[in-house]
């Protein structure tokens, strides 16, 4: 048989186990041109937790009676085209499916000289690009510039700081344990750290950034950006990549933004990756090159079991996770 996990009730507030429920279906069988692929690895995402809503979005909504899905990492178990082999390891968006059809032209061979094949659901994936792009597009950091981090321990935010670093910041990162924020200092190098459940946000965020903020790379929104904006310079500029504070409180409501960037003359732009589809491979050398030289490095939150698919994502909206969260779902078949 061939589990998959459906939505089978949106939700209004945060997702729980009474939203999804494991179905178990009949393993499918490839035709002409197609490949069977068993998952070995799934990328959960707070970008998820949108799709769950029947709302109008830059991505269709999962319907309901239908599996999720997301980035996983698969095995070709049996193939019936000639551009694909069992035994290759490939990225793609798949069902949260035990096992799943697909065609060349919807997936990506892995290349593990690169790095261990997870490296492509994380900082040589979706995460990795984003914080690249974010940053360096719309950021248009400058090296003695302040560049503050929201989300910074997260897949997308650690690569930021780093990156932050290797052009040259004064990089400030706010987390919200203790765990996290030594992470961000004692092993990414990050300048400033804020652990926002237990400090004063005004007050720390004006004592790590005495000459304001240049770059603000955001990936939560609510209280923490509401702090944040006062501290703008001049010219500053916002990656709006996020708002995980938001995204389980219908209506959410908080103070004014505009009189901020009015008198910053800031630049704020909220962005998705796919905005930069056509410069993928801009920045997969950019980020591949880095990581090879060591100036990045990368940390990921593992579970195991299919079943634990919901819960890894449902840690989300908690804060469980340091830098990836995956979901290991087995080993591949040449192990």
Same mark, same amino acid.
């Given at each position: 048989m061939n589990r998959e996990i459906q939505l089978i009730k949106r939700p209004e507030a945060a997702p729980s186990h009474e939203h999804l429920k494991v179905v178990e279906t009949e393993q499918p069988e490839p035709r002409q041109g197609e490949a069977l692929v068993k998952l070995l690895y799934v990328s959960v995402d707070p970008y998820m937790r949108g799709r769950m809503s029947d709302a109008e979005s830059y991505i269709a909504p999962f319907q309901l009676n239908e599996p999720m899905e997301g980035g996983v990492v698969a095995e070709v178990v049996q193939s019936k085209d000639d551009s694909l082999n069992q035994g290759d390891i490939v990225t793609a968006m798949l069902p949260w499916r035990e096992y799943?059809? #697909?065609?060349?032209? *919807? $997936?990506?061979? #892995?290349? %593990?000289s690169l790095g261990p094949v997870t490296t492509s659901l994380g900082i040589l994936g979706m995460p990795g690009l984003t914080a690249y792009f974010g940053l360096m597009d719309i950021g248009q950091p400058q090296k003695g510039e302040t560049l503050v981090v929201s989300g910074a321990a997260g897949a997308v935010g650690s690569t930021v700081v780093q990156i932050g670093k290797i052009v040259g910041c004064h990089v400030v990162g706010i987390a919200g344990s203790d765990e996290k924020t030594s992470y961000l200092m004692n092993e990414l190098g990050v300048d400033e750290v804020i652990n926002y459940k237990k400090e004063n946000m005004a007050d720390a965020l004006a004592n790590a950034c005495p000459d304001g903020v240049d770059v603000y790379f955001d990936n939560v =929104? =609510?209280?923490? *950006?509401?702090? $944040?904006? %006062?501290?703008?310079?001049?010219?500053a500029r916002i990656a709006q990549c996020g708002a995980i504070a938001s995204y389980n409180v219908p209506n959410d409501q908080g103070p004014r933004m505009q009189m901020h960037l009015i008198k910053s003359s800031a630049l704020i732009k909220g962005f998705t990756v796919g905005d930069y589809q056509t410069r993928f491979n801009? =920045?997969?050398?950019?980020? *591949?090159?880095?990581?090879?030289e060591g100036k990045l490095t990368y940390e990921e939150t593992v579970q195991e079991g299919f079943e634990t698919i919901p819960d890894a994502f449902f840690g989300l909206f908690e804060g469980k996770n340091i830098g990836?969260?995956? $979901?290991? $779902?087995?080993?591949p078949s040449s192990n």
């Open positions: 799943a059809l #697909v065609k060349a032209d *919807s $997936v990506r061979k #892995v290349d %593990p =929104g =609510g209280d923490i *950006s509401d702090r $944040v904006y %006062p501290l703008l310079n001049k010219y801009e =920045g997969f050398n950019y980020l *591949s090159k880095w990581l090879k990836k969260q995956l $979901v290991k $779902v087995s080993e």
